[in-house]
């Protein structure tokens, strides 16, 4: 139980065109939902809280213009990088926490490499 | 703010060896959430062990376990008989639980050589 699914795993783009990515919790309702980036070598950065039918919470320095999170739906939530340019190639990784559970415990997707040329 | 500090950015064993990996964090909370994530090379994050700071009793699961030493703020992860498979990004993390976001350490490379 408890996966999460991304899609699409890796995904090429022209500079300026946009990029939506998926976030799918496939067995369990996931009222909140965190997009993290993570460069090579280096540890994830959370951008984004991302809660079912309220705006995201995004963390100081992310631009909420430009990384759209909306979270329609207890089991998908979307990431979508607009205009993107070559500095946002990177890899995106969504985590879900289970509706109802109070540890913290995050179930993560598996990722979704940008490569904007 | 919550922070959580990795000072070993890499390490290397020898397979069936014991590996610690050190973690310390800041709070001032009393309860909260620690976490080890394991990245392999798949990139997919993959739950280790978790420890409730409520709990005095450090947590195991088969060949893992934890040195958590509250008053130190102290959350070690110890690995005994390695495996090649054990080979990875080791992620520390911190969470007050609920719906509050979950902080991440730097990580500690491992690498398990045959």
């Known amino acids: 139980g408890a996966v999460v699914s991304q899609h699409p795993s890796w995904v090429i783009c022209k500079s300026g065109t946009s990029v939506k990515i998926e976030c799918r919790s496939l067995?369990?309702?996931?009222?909140?939902m965190f997009w993290y980036r993570q460069f090579p070598k280096q540890s994830l950065m959370l951008m984004a809280t991302?809660?079912?039918?309220?705006?995201?919470?995004?963390e100081q320095g992310v631009e909420k213009d430009k990384f759209l999170i909306n979270h329609a739906s207890l089991t998908l939530s979307t990431l979508t990088v607009t205009s993107a340019h070559p500095e946002d190639s990177s890899f995106y990784i969504c985590?879900?926490?289970?509706?109802?559970?109070?540890?913290?415990?995050?179930?993560f997707g598996e990722g979704s490499r940008l490569t904007v040329l | 703010a919550q922070t959580v500090t990795q000072s070993q950015p890499e390490m290397s064993v020898q397979e069936a060896e014991t590996v610690t990996l050190s973690c310390t964090y800041d709070?001032?909370?009393?309860?909260?959430?620690l976490f080890w994530y394991k990245q392999p090379p798949s990139r997919q994050m993959i739950l280790v062990i978790r420890?409730?700071?409520?709990?005095?009793q450090n947590a195991t699961e088969n060949r893992f376990s934890v040195n958590f030493q509250k008053a130190a703020k102290s959350f070690s992860l110890k690995i005994s008989d390695s495996q090649l498979g054990d080979t990875a990004m080791y992620f520390c993390?911190?969470?007050?639980?609920?719906?509050?976001?979950?902080?991440f350490g730097q990580g500690t490379r491992l690498t398990i050589n045959p």
């Open positions: 985590s879900a926490k289970l509706a109802g559970e109070h540890t913290g415990e995050l179930f």
């Open positions: 067995d369990f309702q996931a009222t909140t």
């Open positions: 991302s809660n079912e039918g309220s705006k995201a919470t995004y």
């Open positions: 709070t001032s909370e009393n309860n909260y959430y």
């Open positions: 420890q409730e700071a409520y709990k005095q």
């Open positions: 993390a911190f969470t007050m639980g609920g719906a509050q976001k979950l902080v």
